[in-house]
């Protein structure tokens, strides 16, 4: 699945040229940066430290603004309920999109459109006369311009980096946003204390205006040009088959559909209630939240050294300590002691992501990414509304505790049946080049790999061989990437 930082519940998504072709990359670049970090590269990465900033910041500026309106916990609710419902709906057509015309331009617009609300937003609250139908409409249009943006920004980044770099380019983007979303956490909380939401609400708006900017110069010269499809329904329908083909694919999205909506309930509802009641209040959920970020950062910083060879099993092994923080609400432990779980739980997370990003950017062919990661999005996210819904009547009827407890069993469960798929404990990082077995599950042939990225015969580096008649739709996916 698409995995985003779960506690905070903020985005993911980036940029650039095909894998198994020479990218912008390649060209020359200072001696100081990584052979893997080309132009594309930096500059989504660039773009995504300055959005991460501003956006985490706005999510604490959107709820003082919503109480300086004289809203309630409520209200702060339904503006949530009026980002996430367009982020739901729009996200399928988001990605046919995507896969249709050039990812960068889908993603300059829907920073635009996350501009111009935010803009909107900021000057409203400035005034003083915000009203919740426009906070809701507002964000709302943000959830639409993130439903069109995370598609395209997930594709754009996977096919910026080559294969034999692919992990370690990821691992140090998600560290760096991840990094980007405390430090914009921490400024945000100061400044609404210091200048008022508005301000920075109008910060977020900036940040849109300048991410875009960086984003208009990538340069997509050497992406083929997409041969036209047979209309926006095919596409779906095209991004589908390749979704459902996969065993390994649909099996995880199903099961974070259940981890996602189960640690949103956890995070908005059972972790505040918890820190009220048992732990004094809310400055210790904080800094337990704190925790997580720091552990997602050093998970990212463990996933640029480490490059596991059977990275599926391991990142959903992986899952299991994502249930830690629930166990630890539901006892519930000292503050010190949550933190250190929340901690645990992000580094957890890192090994998952970073293994599931460089699956997909090795599994999935390129003209499809983008489709293929909206499914991915829409399972992760589809039953995220009913669980933070029922997370109160759970209460009611069950108990804190045992409910918290039920959480972590049904984490436990989903991840442990995601193990009976073969795909998931046998597929293996493949050399560059070298296409899928049957299943997808590691190489198709045990031979050297010379320095084009085909296997080395008799006569020197050749191309991939084709898939036999029968062959998997991963092996299928693998040639078109690498050959």
Same mark, same amino acid.
């Given at each position: 699945m698409t995995i985003r930082p779960v506690f905070g519940l903020a985005?993911?998504?980036?940029?650039?040229?095909?894998?198994?072709?020479?990218?912008?990359?390649?060209?020359?670049?200072?001696?100081?940066?990584?052979?893997?970090?080309?132009?594309?590269?930096?500059?989504?990465?660039?773009?995504?430290?300055?959005t991460s900033l501003g956006a985490n910041g706005a999510l604490i500026a959107t709820?003082?603004?919503?109480?300086?309106?004289?809203?309630?916990?409520?209200?702060?609710?339904?503006?949530?309920?009026?980002?996430?419902?367009?982020?739901?709906?729009?996200?399928?057509i988001g990605g046919a999109?995507?896969?249709?015309?050039?990812?960068?331009?889908?993603?300059?617009?829907?920073?635009?459109?996350?501009?111009?609300s935010q803009a909107v937003f900021a000057a409203l609250v400035l005034s003083g006369t915000a009203?919740?139908?426009?906070?809701?409409?507002?964000?709302?249009?943000?959830?639409?311009?993130?439903?069109?943006?995370?598609?395209?920004?997930?594709?754009?980044?996977?096919s910026s980096v080559t294969g034999e770099q692919a992990s370690r380019a990821f691992a140090f983007y998600r560290m760096a946003m991840h990094g980007a979303g405390i430090g914009g956490a921490a400024l945000g909380g100061a400044?609404?204390?210091?200048?008022?939401?508005?301000? &920075?609400? *109008?910060?977020?708006? $900036?940040?849109? #205006? +300048?991410? !875009?900017? %960086?984003? =208009?110069?990538?340069d997509v010269s050497d992406i083929p040009e997409?041969?036209?499809?047979?209309?926006?329904?095919?596409?779906?329908?095209?991004?589908?088959?390749?979704?459902?083909?996969?065993?390994?694919?649909?099996?995880?999205?199903?099961?974070?559909?259940? &981890?996602? *909506?189960?640690?949103? $309930?956890?995070? #908005? +509802?059972? !972790?505040? %209630?918890? =820190?009220?009641?048992?732990?004094?209040?809310?400055?210790?959920?904080?800094?337990?939240?704190?925790?997580?970020?720091?552990?997602?950062?050093?998970g990212a910083i463990l996933m640029t050294r480490w490059k596991p060879r059977r990275m599926l099993l391991v990142g959903t092994l992986g899952v299991f300590p994502i249930a830690l923080p629930s166990a630890a609400l539901a006892i519930p432990l000292h503050p010190v002691g949550l933190t250190a779980v929340m901690f645990v739980s992000g580094v957890a997370m890192e090994i998952f992501g970073v293994s599931w990003m460089t699956t997909m950017h090795q599994e999935i062919p390129e003209e499809k990414l983008s489709r293929v990661s909206a499914y991915d999005w829409f399972g992760s996210t589809a039953l995220l509304p009913l669980s933070t819904a029922l997370a109160g009547p759970a209460e009611s009827a069950f108990g804190r505790t045992e409910s918290l407890w039920g959480a972590v069993a049904l984490m436990t469960l989903v991840t442990a049946l995601v193990l009976l798929v073969p795909d998931v404990r046998n597929m293996t990082r493949r050399p560059h080049g070298v296409p899928a077995a049957k299943g997808g599950a590691g190489p198709a042939v045990d031979a050297p790999v010379a320095a084009g990225g085909g296997p080395v015969g008799a006569a020197g580096a050749v191309p991939a061989p084709a898939p036999a008649p029968g062959a998997s739709a991963d092996a299928e996916g693998a040639l078109r990437r690498n050959g």
């Open positions: 985005g993911r998504g980036g940029g650039g040229d095909s894998p198994g072709v020479t990218n912008r990359s390649a060209s020359p670049r200072s001696a100081r940066r990584p052979e893997w970090a080309g132009r594309n590269y930096v500059l989504l990465t660039a773009a995504t430290i300055v709820t003082w603004a919503v109480f300086e309106s004289g809203g309630d916990a409520g209200d702060v609710g339904l503006v949530a309920m009026a980002r996430f419902l367009p982020l739901v709906l729009f996200l399928l999109v995507a896969d249709r015309i050039p990812r960068h331009r889908v993603m300059v617009a829907a920073n635009g459109l996350n501009f111009v009203e919740l139908w426009q906070m809701m409409v507002l964000t709302g249009l943000c959830g639409v311009g993130q439903a069109f943006f995370n598609p395209a920004a997930e594709g754009m980044l996977m400044l609404v204390a210091f200048v008022g939401a508005g301000w &920075v609400l *109008a910060i977020d708006a $900036a940040a849109f #205006a +300048v991410a !875009g900017a %960086l984003r =208009a110069f990538l997409r041969k036209p499809g047979g209309g926006l329904l095919a596409d779906l329908r095209e991004g589908w088959q390749e979704f459902i083909g996969r065993p390994w694919l649909w099996s995880i999205v199903a099961q974070f559909s259940v &981890v996602v *909506a189960l640690i949103g $309930a956890v995070e #908005a +509802v059972y !972790g505040p %209630l918890v =820190a009220r009641d048992e732990l004094g209040g809310a400055r210790p959920w904080g800094i337990a939240l704190a925790g997580y970020g720091v552990g997602t950062v050093a």
